[in-house]
């Protein structure tokens, strides 16, 4: 995956550009339609296409790990084949997920143990086992585990957070670098941490392809992705 810088306005930061990838082109910016569990509600594909366009739909690694679950994913050979989107698809980590499960997830150095919303059955996600999650999703553009911390956190506890998302990151960039693609595709991986300079300068060290904010979005050289309750903007 690459990103192509087209235009750029002298007026502003504004510009637009293409990001390759294996199952084809970004135009951005644009906006990316939420598929969470592998759809877009209320929408269907065919009207995903010929209507409202959509060059990439976004799925949730944590709503698809619970369900249909991994062995359906497999078995079907990845996200694309099991719903019929032949477009790219990026995967969020689960991380914003996870951290609204408060009262029935906790937080450790290793990663996080929860309990799913669908059946209260036990689970534990960490940096690792989320990147062979989104592998086995076949997504063409991956974002890292990370802790959100809640938006009335104090200067130390969102200073511990970004340093334990910086460490998650570091393994998730690890795995990634361990392991294949499942399928014929190949997929890359975005590193998905607050948006400020300390965190621009993670992924500078980090090596990933960009950095995106989870709540809102993050520019930085290579390109900008971002998360919103219906879609997602990319700049």
């Known amino acids: 995956m690459f990103f192509e810088l ?10 637009t550009g293409i990001i390759t990838t294996a199952h084809g082109q970004i135009r951005t910016p644009i906006f990316m339609p939420v598929g969470t569990c592998g759809s877009v509600k209320g929408v269907h594909f ?10 990439i739909i976004l799925g949730n690694t944590y709503h698809l790990y619970l369900r249909p679950g991994l062995d359906v994913l497999n078995a079907a050979g990845g996200l694309h084949k099991f719903n019929t989107w032949d477009k790219p698809i990026l995967t969020d980590s689960g991380g914003f997920q996870v951290f609204s499960l408060t009262g029935i997830r906790k937080l450790k150095e290793e990663g996080c143990e929860f309990r799913s919303h669908i059946d209260g059955s036990k689970h534990f996600f960490t940096p690792e086992n989320v990147i062979d999650t989104e592998r086995a999703i076949g997504a063409d553009i991956m974002m890292a585990f990370d802790e959100c911390p809640p938006g009335q956190s104090d200067y130390q506890y969102a200073n ?6 910086q460490r998650w990151l570091d393994r998730c960039i690890k795995r990634f670098n361990e392991t294949e693609p499942l399928y014929v ?3 890359q991986f975005l590193d998905v941490s607050p948006g400020d300079d300390q ?6 060290i980090g090596g990933g392809d960009a950095v995106a904010d989870g709540a809102a979005s993050a520019v930085t050289q290579n390109g900008s992705a971002g998360a919103g309750d219906d879609c997602c903007f990319v700049g």
């Open 6 to 15: 087209q235009h750029t306005d002298n007026a502003s930061d504004a510009r």
């Open 199 to 204: 965190v621009c300068a993670f992924f500078g």
């Open 185 to 187: 595709c190949s997929v």
């Open 46 to 55: 065919r009207e995903l296409r010929e209507q409202v366009k959509a060059q």
């Open 160 to 165: 511990n957070s970004l340093m334990l998302t």
